[in-house]
């Protein structure tokens, strides 16, 4: 277990004590990434993420993340959990920050997703573009 006072990265990714942990299973908008909201007017959905993320760690510390794996960047990949207990993962997906990835969650946060939609919450209230789409399409 990694447990400290997390420092957000972006959306999906955290520094406890120096170690980049990057959220298992859940993919959010890069900090450069644009949506838009129900009233189709652009927004950083990205830095929207990082920040509801942060207010969201900072109320409940330190943080706990097991790690599952390391990415090719070198990071751990983990699911963590606020001091209170609280899930990060299923937290930003369902508050519509990060989106279930399922190409490596094989569908874990599927239910948490659909409920997002269902409400429009976050990324759900307009259109976007999925965060493993946005990255492919910007470096071609």
């Known amino acids: 277990m990694i ?34 909201d129900q009233a189709g007017k652009s927004y950083r959905c990205g830095r929207t993420a990082a920040e ?4 969201f760690l900072a ?4 943080t706990k993340c097991r790690q599952v794996d390391r990415d090719r960047y070198g990071r751990v990949v983990a699911e963590c959990w606020r001091a209170d207990g609280s899930n990060v993962n299923v937290w930003l997906v369902r508050r519509g920050h990060a989106l ?9 946060y ?18 976007f573009i999925e965060p493993w789409e946005a990255r492919k399409a910007r470096s071609q």
């Open 52 to 55: 509801a993320l942060d207010g």
């Open 100 to 108: 279930d990835w399922p190409r490596y969650s094989r569908g874990k």
């Open 3 to 36: 447990v400290g006072r997390a420092s957000v990265v972006d959306g999906d990714t955290i520094e406890i004590h120096g170690t980049r942990i990057r959220f298992n299973g859940i993919d959010a908008p890069e900090s450069w990434q644009l949506c838009d």
């Open 110 to 127: 599927a239910t948490e997703q659909a409920a997002a939609r269902r409400e429009k919450a976050g990324v759900w209230q307009g259109d």
């Open 59 to 62: 109320a409940s510390r330190p």
